[in-house]
């Protein structure tokens, strides 16, 4: 009996190993790794790795013999690829109970959500309210210094500075407003000086919205979990103040 291999399924499982290593470990994903994990020959996998850097999802470094994501390598990773991540239930317990435990006004709420989201995705959270137009919370810009893409000082001014600057970062966190969780990746967040090194997550709530800054090479299915269990929360908690 001839096996038949789904080469297409083949393909989209290395490069879901490739991104998510490169998430995990920051260095390019060589062959000779991806060989030893799907057990294919290292001429095999080149030849895999070649097709998805000429269709554009993988681009080679000269530094090294490895390959790393493209914007086109994350999105798909995120729309198709990318495996459902929760909260460990110790986690979500903690969270309900801080909430539920202390009687904090609305700003307290909002900026302490800010901080824990910060907290649990260790990149930098915004959150917004809608009625406020020159109020932000955010917590976590220190995060972004263990992050290489920031050790470029003029990269991480212009983020500060967009930090800082409310007006713009609120009408940078409404025009990627949508009634579900999204991932802006790149190019696609159209905020000149950070699009070469930055994704942005945006989740609603009923009166606002959080959202999360960080690199690329961003724990995408951690991240969109953990805004996805914070905006339920909070508008639960919003019902009560």
Not at 45 to 65: K, P, Q
């Amino acid at each position: 009996m001839v096996r038949t291999v789904d080469h297409t399924e083949r393909k989209n499982r290395v490069l879901a190993e490739a991104v998510t290593s490169y998430i995990a470990t920051g260095e390019p994903v060589s062959s000779q790794e991806l060989a030893l994990k799907f057990n294919l020959s290292s001429a095999t996998l080149r030849n895999i790795l070649a097709e998805l850097e000429e269709e554009g999802y993988l681009m080679s470094l000269h530094t090294s013999s490895g390959r790393v994501p493209t914007d086109k390598g994350y999105r798909y990773y995120v729309d198709f690829l990318m495996g459902a991540q929760t909260l460990a239930p110790q986690q979500q317990q903690a969270i309900e109970e801080f909430y539920r435990g202390n009687k904090l006004s609305l700003e307290e709420v909002l900026d302490k959500t800010s901080d824990i989201v910060a907290n649990l995705t260790h990149y930098t959270a915004v959150v917004s309210f809608s009625e406020w137009e020159d109020k932000i919370f955010y917590h976590g810009l220190s995060n972004i210094f263990a992050h290489p893409e920031f050790h470029n000082v003029e990269k991480l001014a212009i983020l500060v500075q967009l930090l800082e600057e409310k007006k713009k970062l609120l009408e940078l966190l409404r025009q990627h407003a949508q009634d579900v969780c999204k991932v802006y990746i790149g190019e696609e967040i159209a905020c000149p000086g950070i699009s070469d090194v930055c994704s942005l997550v945006v989740s609603p709530y009923r009166a606002g919205s959080i959202a999360v800054l960080g690199p690329r090479r961003m724990c995408y299915g951690l991240t969109v979990s953990t805004l996805e269990y914070i905006s339920e929360i909070l508008d639960s908690i919003l019902e009560d103040l």
